[in-house]
C-alpha cells in the first residue's frame, strides 16, 4: 500500500490499456539545515530523485498478460554525498538519505485474465518486496521519512506470487521470497547465494471506495552483512490510506522492526506516521507528522557516514525522533507531457535518547536538541508517470481490475 496519489494538473498519467509507457522524473532542490550537525548550518543543491520509467506489456490474451516494468535510478551519480535529511539512516549514511541502486527494479510478471472475481499473478526480478508501502519517491514530499527502512524493502531479487478475489470490494494477498542483504552501493548488485533467504507477505483490502487498508510482515536475514551473521530484522507494517481522485487525502503508518539474534529480539524500533493533503486551483498543501526511533552507530571522519553492519558492538544507543514536515506546491507549468512544479518544504526535527543516561546524547552531538530545514526547488516530469511504484501483478492498474488514483506532486 503507498500514500494517496491525487491529479498533478497537466500531467500524462498511465493509462491501463497502454501497451507501452515511458516516464522521466528529477527535483531540483535547494537545502539549508541549521543545525545540520556539530552546531553547523549547512546549505546544499541536490538533482535529487532522477529516474526513467518504462513499462510494456508484452503479450495479452485470452489465457492472460505479459508485462515488463523497470526503472533506472541515477543517483549514484547526482547524490552520492546523500542529501541532508535529518533523522534518515541507512546503507551506511546517517542524517543524509543514501542514494539507490541504478537498477531500482526490473520486473517480469504472468497474470491471468483479470475479467473474473478471482486473478493470480506471478513476478520476479529485481524490486519492492511485497512489505509495507511503496517508496516514499512517489509521495507528495521531497524529503523522506524517517522509517524508510522499518517501512519498505526494496531493491531485492524476489520472485512474487499474489491473488485477488473479490471485484469492487476485494482483497489481494501477496507472497515473496528474495535476497535480505542490502546494497553495499548504488552500483552494486545483490549476493545471489542469498537468495530467498528472506521471506514476507502482505494483505491488502479493498473494503470500500477509495479507501486501502494493509497489514505485513517480514523476515529479512542478516541485511547488515552481505555474507551474513549480522542481527536478522523481523519487520511489521500496518497502514490505512484512503483518498481517490480529489485533491483531499490522508495516509496513516505504523511500523516496527525487531533486530533479532537466533530467533530473541535485541533492539525493537517503533515508528508511527501521518500524512495529509489538501488542494485548491491547482495548489497543495500537504502535512506529515512521524516519530521513528532509530539506532546510533559509531561515526566515522565523516560524521554522516557510520559503519555498515549492525553488530551489538557498533550500536551505542536509540534515538527517537520526532519530525514535522510541511510543504506548499504551486501549480505545475506545462508544455505538451512535461510539468515543471516548483515547491516550499519546511520541516522541524526534534530528537532525544530513548533512555537514559545514553552514550549519545542528540542535544550534545548536533549542537541542539530541535533541527530546522527549508527546501526550495521544483519537480520536473516527463512523459507518462506511473502511478504506483513497486506494485506488480494483480496490483498493477495495467494488467488487475484494481484502479489506483492519478499520480500525484
Known sequence: MIAPLV????????????????????????????????????????????????????WRGRVGALRATGTLNFEGYTLERGELNAGMYGEGYIDRRHPH????????????????????????????????????????????????????????????????????????????????????????????????????????????????????????????LVQGGAFDHVQSSASLRYGGDSPHMLFLEAARTDEALEGRAVFRFNSVLAEGRTGWRGWSLAARAERTERPEGSRLLDLFRTQTGHFDVQIVGVTRWHVGTVQLAAPAFARKATRLAPFLEMGVAHAKARTNPAVFVPRDFYGAATQWSFTVGARLHAGTMRTRMGRYGVLDPALGRLRSPTHSH
Do not use: C
Not at 28 to 57: C, D, F, K, V, W
Not at 208 to 221: C, G, I, Y
Open 7 to 58: 491529479v498533478l494538473h497537466a500531467q500524462a498519467p498511465a493509462a491501463p490499456d497502454r501497451q507501452a509507457e515511458l516516464g522521466a522524473m528529477a527535483i531540483g532542490a535547494l537545502t539549508t539545515a541549521s543545525p545540520a550537525i556539530a552546531n553547523r548550518r549547512l546549505t546544499e543543491g541536490y538533482l535529487t530523485q532522477p529516474n526513467l520509467m518504462g513499462a510494456i506489456t508484452a
Open 101 to 224: 541502486t541504478l537498477v531500482h527494479e526490473t520486473m517480469l510478471t504472468a497474470a491471468t485474465p483479470s475479467t473474473s472475481w478471482w486473478q493470480a499473478s506471478l513476478s520476479g526480478g529485481k524490486g519492492f518486496t511485497p512489505y509495507g508501502t511503496d517508496d516514499p519517491m512517489m509521495r507528495m514530499f521531497v524529503k523522506y521519512p524517517v522509517n524508510h527502512h522499518h517501512a519498505q524493502i526494496i531493491e531485492r531479487v524476489q520472485v512474487l506470487g499474489a491473488v485477488r478475489i473479490g471485484t469492487t470490494r476485494s482483497l489481494v494477498i501477496e507472497h515473496g521470497r528474495f535476497n535480505g542483504d542490502e546494497p553495499l552501493g548504488p552500483f552494486t548488485g545483490p549476493r545471489w547465494s542469498r537468495f530467498g533467504d528472506s521471506h514476507t507477505t502482505r494483505l491488502t483490502v479493498f473494503p470500500a471506495n477509495h479507501l486501502e487498508v494493509q497489514a505485513s510482515h517480514a523476515f529479512v536475514e542478516s541485511p547488515g
